[in-house]
């Protein structure tokens, strides 16, 4: 399969959501049924993820399907991908969390001024 901007931009947001989980692709082959060499020709947007895998994907990364399949875009952006993937992890945090988080930031901003 040829390489296209979409797939590229698909195949960073696979690699993306499986680090944020902190799985291998030997890991994630395993629990989808997929050879490892598979999860790696489709995060390199060598290889069309079917609509059947993006559901498993999805779901095992805990992202939206939509997202996950660049539903809103033909074009990787890693700083914009980097960011949607903060904010549904943030999403998911506790009150107490995303105080903590918010402290963080704040500190770190400080140490930029």
């Not at 690699?15 to 030997?26: C, D, I, N, T």
């Not at 989808?32 to 060598?46: K, V």
């Not at 895998?53 to 399949?69: G, I, N, Q, R």
């Not at 988080?101 to 140490?111: D, E, S």
Request: aromatic share 2%.
């Amino acid at each position: 399969m040829a390489q296209t901007a979409k797939t590229i931009a698909i195949g960073k947001r696979l690699r993306l959501a499986r680090e944020q989980k902190g799985l291998s692709q030997a890991e994630v082959a395993s629990a989808i049924d997929l050879h490892r060499p598979t999860i790696s020709e489709m995060e390199a947007g060598r290889r069309k993820v079917s609509m059947e895998e993006f559901e498993v994907l999805a779901k095992l990364y805990d992202v939206p399907m939509t997202w996950l399949s660049c539903a809103d875009t033909d074009e990787a952006d890693e700083r914009r991908d980097r960011r949607d993937m903060a904010a549904l992890i943030l999403a998911k945090l506790t009150t107490d969390e995303l105080d903590l988080v918010l402290n963080v930031l704040a500190q770190i901003r400080q140490q930029k001024i």
